[in-house]
């Protein structure tokens, strides 16, 4: 464990209880898309398979049943308890030209054709284009409330500073794991834009909104 | 490249 990798958790936990903040305070889902937790519940389950056959860590079994507890939460805040306020019309991104190439680049490019290698490596690279339903659907209701703002900074800095924990352990374990620094670049450029507009904007008390 | 068996990041 390193500090980057530490505060890469810790962002990624921020956002996901902003997340769940915004959604209980306000107790409507406006805004949020529900593809794109989904997608997240895909990454997570197909990722964290070994929850009970490899133990690492308290911290790392714990996180790993946080995060999975969550976002299965999550979707069911969106599509159940606050279904009525769940904008389907403008969630609209078509996830099955997310997952059928991701599913098929895992079988093709992965460290070792094994079951479990492959699922982990078709939960990195789809945990690197999850986010995209999300931001299309910004994209198309032309603004994003504030506080989903901050959820999605938090969830961008988290794989941002999960490639300093890279570098890091690069040089300081000679660690590397080149399918998970591609996705995680991938993941993180895909923010870029952003994150333009979040520090451009937000920070200074503005709301974000693209040009429909 | 270093490949641990299996993963022991999140």
Redesign the interface.
């Known amino acids: 464990m390193n500090i980057f990798r530490l505060c890469g958790d810790m962002s990624h936990l921020a956002a996901i209880i902003i997340l769940l903040l915004k959604m209980w305070k306000t107790r409507s889902v406006a805004g949020i898309s529900g593809k794109s937790q989904i997608l997240f519940a895909t990454v997570f389950t197909a990722r964290y398979l070994d929850l009970f056959t490899s133990f690492i860590s308290i911290y790392n079994t714990c996180m790993k049943v946080f995060f999975i507890g969550t976002v299965y939460f999550t979707i069911y805040l969106i599509y159940m308890k606050f279904k009525a306020t769940y904008d389907s019309n403008h969630d609209s991104f078509r996830v099955e030209f997310l997952i059928v190439p991701v599913g098929g680049l895992a079988f093709l490019v992965n460290h070792e054709f094994a079951p479990l290698e492959i699922i982990w490596t078709f939960s990195i690279y789809l945990e690197s284009v999850a986010i995209l339903p999300q931001l299309f659907m910004i994209s198309k209701t032309g603004e994003a409330e504030t506080i989903t703002s901050h959820y999605l900074f938090a969830l961008g800095s988290y794989r941002a500073l999960y490639l300093c924990n890279w570098i890091y352990r690069y040089y300081a374990e000679g660690f590397f794991d080149l399918i998970a620094v591609v996705a995680g670049v991938v993941q993180t450029i895909l923010y870029c834009d952003f994150f333009y507009l979040y520090i451009t904007k937000v920070m200074k008390g503005k709301k974000i909104s693209l040009p429909a | 490249?270093?490949?641990?068996e299996?993963?022991?990041?999140?």
């Open positions: 490249p270093v490949i641990e299996g993963h022991d990041e999140l």
